[in-house]
């Protein structure tokens, strides 16, 4: 059974950058996709960004294009969601979670989810 843990997450000023890590168990880690959803108090959890096994192909959330880059090393079997020009609206716990297909925006298309880490963005 695979398991993921995200770290990095932190305080960071508006403006600021931070980078979380999602490191996975597991020998099979460069067979499938990866994502990264976050939820805010109160909201439900959204997708951020997806990449495909390989890493070539990437997939983000409007509100975060050109802002995150998501990547990964499948030899540490760790995926990298770096983030720029924070925004207080950016201010979530985020997860990374192993994807059934590439792509998918929806939780339903991930079957291992990350405990979360705390990303806060003050303005």
């Known amino acids: 059974q695979v398991q993921l843990v995200e770290s990095g997450g932190g305080l960071v000023e508006s403006g600021g950058s931070l980078i979380l890590s999602c490191a996975a168990s597991g020998r099979t880690f460069s067979n499938y996709a990866m994502g990264w959803f976050r939820q805010a108090p109160g909201k439900e959890r959204e997708f951020v960004t997806s990449?495909?096994?390989?890493?070539?192909?990437?997939y983000y959330a409007s509100s975060v294009k050109g802002r995150f880059t998501i990547s990964r090393d499948n030899a540490k079997n760790t995926v990298y969601l770096q983030m720029n020009s924070l925004k207080p609206e950016d201010t979530a716990v985020y997860y990374c979670a192993k994807g059934v297909l590439y792509g998918a925006a929806a939780t339903t298309g991930y079957n291992v989810w990350g405990q979360g880490t705390q990303v806060t963005v003050s303005s």
């Open positions: 990449i495909n096994w390989s890493g070539k192909d990437t």
